[in-house]
Structure formats: C-alpha cells, structure tokens
C-alpha cells in the first residue's frame, strides 16, 4: 500500500466482507481510532477522496488520527521468509532459558508467526482472540478475549507471546493480563515491529526486529 487512498480503499473492501471495525484494524496494522476513520472515509464524496490523495505522504490528514501503517505483506506472502523472520524472533527470547515451554500468539496474524516460532523453540503452541475482533462502536472495555481450546492451554506454564505489530500496545497489554488471570507467566513479548518504541509492558520485556519512528513538524 502507498497512500492513504490505498488504505481508505482496502478498510471499505474489508468492511463490505462483514469484518469488524477491530478487525480491520488488525488487518491493515493500524490503531481502532484510524480504522474507524478509514471506515468513515470510504464514504467520502470523490472531491473529499481526491483530496486526500495530496496527502499520501502524510498520516491520514490534520482531521484524522496520527498513525503509521506498517505493510509486512512481502514477509507474509511468503514462507521462507516467514521462516527466516521467525528464527530471528525466536533468537530473541531464546535468552530467557530453556524452561519455557508454551508460546503464545495474538490472532489473527500472531498466529503464523507464533507457529514457526513455536517450532524454532520446540515449545507447545497456543493463540489468543483479543476483544478487538469483537469490536465495532461502544465500550470495548465491555468485551473479552478467548483462548483457542483448540491449542495448549496455560495452566499456570511460562509463556512467551508473539504478535505481528503492536501498534498502541492495548492488544498486548490484553494478552498479558489475560494469560495472567489463567495463572500463566509471561516472560517475553516478541513483534516484528513496535511503533511506541517499548521496552517493557506490565513488566514484561518486549522485544521487536524493528521499531518504527514518526518524526513530525510541532504544531
């Protein structure tokens, strides 16, 4: 994706298949704040739509929430180089000892990457749903995330978790206190890229293979 307009073009594709405000989000790697914009923006009038394409190389417009989108899809679209990245991941946490033994990842595109980096690990495997993928308008505070009963469960093990972005850190914040209220540990947080630049969430090292900085005109 180059610009805005692109992103504007895909959330409405997305949103014409059913999918939730959240998980558009998801898909396009941005905050819910921008994705509802996006939504809204899709039914622009054309001159609005024109308009915004002068902007395509800034954040979606002074109106707008400020985000970065972050495009994996050449990693993503491909297996060996899915692999390549995961081992780099899984290089990263490694440091935390031999004992863990469940790693976790954040659907919907955690779970392919936690899946490689479960096997780099030789660890069992596990995923979360966060209360994102439920959210459309309204309190999201009032949702809750699920565990897949069909993977490991956490049964009071150390854990890693993976995730493909975090982009505001509420999803991996999610997680974290959700594996904790199951008994879980978790030791390390792992992403491909990190827009806040976090080393630690809840107390918890997060760890990133690229940490994405917006630098801006003051107002």
Known sequence: MKNVDDLIESAAELADRGLSKGEIADELNV??????????????TPQATEQSSQRTDETPGASG????????????????RMSAIASAMA??????????D?????????????TLVARELETDLGTYTP?????????IEDLGGTFSRNFAGIRD????????????????????EAIRAEGGKPLACVVIADKQGLE???GVPVYSLLQVISVGKDD
């Open 157 to 176: 093990r150390e854990c890693y978790i993976v995730d493909d972005t975090i982009t505001s850190g509420t999803t991996m914040r999610e997680t974290i």
């Open 131 to 139: 209360a994102k993928h439920q959210w459309e308008e309204g309190d």
């Open 91 to 100: 290089d990263m946490l490694a440091k935390h000892g031999e004992a863990v």
């Open 200 to 202: 630690e969430l809840e």
């Open 102 to 114: 469940l790693t976790i990842g954040i659907e919907k595109a955690g779970g392919p990457i936690a």
């Open 65 to 80: 929430p400020q985000d970065i989108h972050v495009d994996w899809s050449a990693i993503g679209r491909d297996s060996k």
């Open 31 to 44: 905050s819910r704040e921008t994705a509802s914009w996006l939504v809204e923006r899709s039914g622009t």
